[in-house]
């Protein structure tokens, strides 16, 4: 049994590393319905994200996992609310099916996948649906759909970030270096690749807004959000 798991998981990983997007996640995602969100830690999209929920006709994108439920604050995660859950061996049979949009390996271990069912069936409810990724997934996903525009968010100013990160309770030096490491790498590429569209978040409700009602792409409005992002770098690398 433990022999076969592990073939299991070896063939899982396989599969995750060659995934190729099929026509009908492309077709999906190249709608117009999807809306895309990253951006560097603390930035508020979380936030912003669940404002949307919230407050417009959005939906979250429930994801599969091959990972156990967890406990928040003491309540236990449930299957079709924060993830499906589901075993190794589902994972693989639905990837060798072609069931995902995209699909990734966290820590060479856990697999995490969104499925185009899953999609499908906020657009079917009438609502826009909310893909919360990391930057390297979006550039994944506009290298396979050129016309895909993931919204980058970033934080107003290098203080009011800081401020924000603050907030998040007690983390260590170590967690806040690897975590402005990270968002190096995120600010970096958002700048190098056009498809992003950048927007600043001064106040969750006015950046929702925003969304709700069509990201401002000028170029005048996206070179100073360049220009911030610019300056954010600055920041981290003089610390």
Partial sequence: MEEQKKQTVTALHEIVASYQMPDAAK????????????????????????????????????????????ENHGILEE???????????KM?????????IEIKAIHGETCYGTSIKAVQQV??????????????????????IPTL????????????WMERLGTRGFISDGEKERRLHSAIMEIETALAHPAFVLTVNREVELTAAEIMHGVDMSDE???????????????????
């Avoid at 609310?81 to 190794?88: G, I, K, R």
């Avoid at 649906?129 to 994944?140: K, N, R, S, T």
């Avoid at 409005?221 to 610390?239: D, F, G, V, W």
């Fill in 27 to 70: 077709k999906i995602l190249g709608s117009g319905e999807v809306t895309v969100l990253c951006g560097v830690t603390a930035s508020g999209k979380n936030t912003i994200t669940n404002y949307l929920l919230g407050h417009g006709p959005y939906a979250h994108v429930v994801s599969h996992t091959t990972r156990m439920p967890r």
């Fill in 149 to 160: 525009k993931p919204l980058f968010i970033l934080p107003p100013s290098y203080d009011v």
């Fill in 92 to 100: 693989l049979e639905l990837a060798q099916k072609g069931a995902f």
């Fill in 79 to 89: 299957n079709g609310n924060e993830y499906w859950f589901v075993s190794p061996e």
């Fill in 221 to 239: 409005t996206q070179q100073a959000h360049r220009t911030l992002a610019k300056e954010l770098l600055e920041s981290i690398r003089n610390l």
């Fill in 123 to 144: 657009i079917d409810q009438g609502k826009h649906p909310i893909m919360e990724i990391d930057v390297q997934g979006a550039l994944e996903l506009t290298q396979a």
